[in-house]
């Protein structure tokens, strides 16, 4: 991507009424989740970026500065960002005219790292296989995904292989035509290396940016269709699961939750500090539908935060208000995530 294009895309990721942090938005970008991070991506409704833009999110101090300097951002003492009314133009304009990814959540479920190298290693081998050639160097020198694919080549074979080339056509029918052409244009095969991004943009008159947008959309909402379709290539792709939003452990301490187990009984019997089930909590509570607030605040504590914070937004509440008065951080938090999925952040 373009420095002037990056420039333009983090606009993307900030607001034009409140202030955002870029700490809170590179954490979300490059998956390194807290239960900070998780809290403000709902305030800020951008818990569907999860791990979608790596490289920008690494960057993303240093290109926020440069909206700065263009007038499009403002930043605060606390490295907070505001864009101004020119930046939400820009952004406007931007979101107007360039690629976006359909279903950003699934970046959060699976690992696309992974996927781009299986389904690049599958589309190799049926190349390969279809013209009966069996001496090739593979593309991909993963050890862990080359042992894993082994595996499952010895077990489904050339039909395992083959359906590769099913599912692809299956799923690029219901794509755009050129979209699905810039897709398939960076596999390599028999007798043919595959196309750079540079190259497959100048093949099709597009910004680079747009190429890497439309391959990493189509290639995770592709390994999605292929475990949906459960045949034998799902058996491939199923094992490259991201925890996503919530940790396997804190699932199943969610899970025990449920069952009608306190947090206090869970950190007994899984042999965790009462703070890390706390964490589980308040991560679950952010992300999932349906969670027990009412088993974890009393009424009358619910009432006395509600009486302190009278009037106010529920995301400026400051903790430090209830000194004094046995109402733990984790109590006022919950009412804070039940507001705000009640209400929005500007509640």
Same mark, same amino acid.
């Given at each position: 991507?373009?420095?002037?294009? =990056?420039?333009?895309?983090?606009?993307?990721?900030?607001?034009?009424?409140?202030?955002?942090?870029?700490?809170?938005?590179?954490?979300?970008?490059?998956?390194? !989740?807290?239960?900070?991070?998780?809290?403000?991506?709902?305030?800020?409704?951008?818990?569907?970026?999860?791990?979608?833009?790596?490289?920008?999110?690494?960057?993303?101090?240093?290109?926020?500065?440069?909206?700065?300097?263009? *007038?499009?951002?403002?930043?605060?003492?606390?490295?907070?960002?505001?864009?101004?009314?020119?930046? %939400?133009?820009?952004?406007?304009?931007?979101?107007?005219?360039?690629?976006?990814? %359909?279903?950003?959540?699934?970046?959060?479920?699976?690992?696309?790292?992974?996927?781009? =190298?299986? &389904?690049?290693?599958?589309?190799?081998?049926?190349?390969? $296989?279809?013209?009966?050639?069996?001496?090739?160097?593979?593309?991909?020198?993963?050890?862990?995904?080359?042992?894993?694919?082994?595996?499952?080549?010895?077990?489904?074979?050339?039909?395992?292989?083959?359906?590769?080339?099913? /599912?692809?056509?299956?799923?690029?029918?219901?794509?755009?035509?050129?979209?699905?052409?810039?897709?398939?244009?960076?596999?390599?095969?028999?007798?043919?290396?595959?196309?750079?991004?540079?190259?497959?943009?100048?093949?099709?008159? !597009?910004?680079?940016?747009?190429?890497?947008?439309?391959?990493?959309?189509?290639?995770?909402?592709?390994? @999605?269709? &292929?475990?949906?379709?459960?045949?034998? $290539?799902?058996?491939?792709?199923?094992? @490259?699961?991201?925890? *996503?939003?919530?940790?396997?452990?804190?699932?199943?301490?969610?899970?025990?939750?449920?069952?009608?187990?306190?947090? /206090?009984?869970?950190?007994?019997?899984?042999? $965790?500090?009462?703070?890390?089930?706390?964490?589980?909590?308040? /991560?679950?509570?952010?992300?999932?539908?349906?969670?027990?607030? @009412?088993?974890?605040?009393?009424?009358?504590?619910?009432?006395?935060?509600? @009486?302190?914070?009278?009037?106010?937004?529920?995301?400026?509440?400051?903790?430090? %208000?209830?000194?004094?008065?046995?109402?733990?951080?984790?109590?006022?938090? $919950?009412?804070?995530?039940?507001?705000?999925?009640?209400?929005?952040?500007?509640?």
């Amino acid at each position: 991507m373009s420095n002037s294009l =990056a420039v333009q895309r983090v606009l993307i990721y900030y607001d034009d009424e409140s202030a955002r942090r870029s700490t809170v938005i590179r954490q979300l970008l490059t998956n390194r !989740l807290t239960t900070s991070s998780r809290f403000w991506g709902m305030c800020y409704e951008l818990l569907d970026i999860v791990n979608t833009d790596y490289e920008l999110g690494m960057n993303l101090e240093r290109i926020s500065d440069l909206a700065v300097d263009k *007038g499009w951002l403002e930043k605060d003492s606390d490295s907070a960002y505001l864009l101004t009314p020119f930046g %939400k133009k820009v952004r406007d304009d931007y979101l107007s005219l360039h690629k976006k990814l %359909k279903k950003p959540e699934l970046f959060a479920k699976y690992s696309y790292r992974k996927f781009s =190298a299986l &389904v690049t290693l599958c589309v190799q081998v049926a190349s390969e $296989l279809s013209f009966g050639n069996r001496s090739y160097v593979p593309i991909t020198t993963d050890y862990h995904l080359l042992q894993m694919f082994k595996a499952w080549y010895l077990a489904y074979g050339k039909a395992g292989a083959a359906e590769v080339r099913i /599912d692809l056509e299956k799923f690029l029918k219901e794509e755009d035509e050129i979209d699905a052409a810039v897709f398939m244009s960076r596999f390599a095969g028999h007798e043919t290396s595959g196309r750079t991004k540079e190259q497959i943009a100048d093949d099709y008159n !597009l910004e680079v940016s747009d190429v890497v947008i439309t391959e990493r959309d189509l290639m995770i909402r592709f390994g @999605e269709f &292929v475990i949906n379709e459960g045949g034998s $290539l799902a058996e491939l792709f199923k094992h @490259e699961l991201n925890e *996503g939003l919530v940790s396997s452990s804190a699932l199943k301490t969610y899970e025990m939750v449920c069952q009608g187990k306190s947090a /206090d009984e869970v950190a007994r019997f899984r042999r $965790l500090k009462s703070s890390t089930v706390i964490e589980h909590l308040l /991560d679950c509570a952010i992300v999932f539908d349906e969670f027990p607030f @009412e088993r974890f605040v009393s009424l009358e504590k619910r009432s006395r935060i509600e @009486e302190v914070y009278a009037g106010q937004k529920t995301v400026c509440w400051d903790f430090h %208000k209830l000194e004094g008065t046995g109402i733990s951080f984790y109590e006022y938090r $919950l009412v804070q995530i039940e507001r705000i999925k009640e209400n929005g952040s500007a509640y």
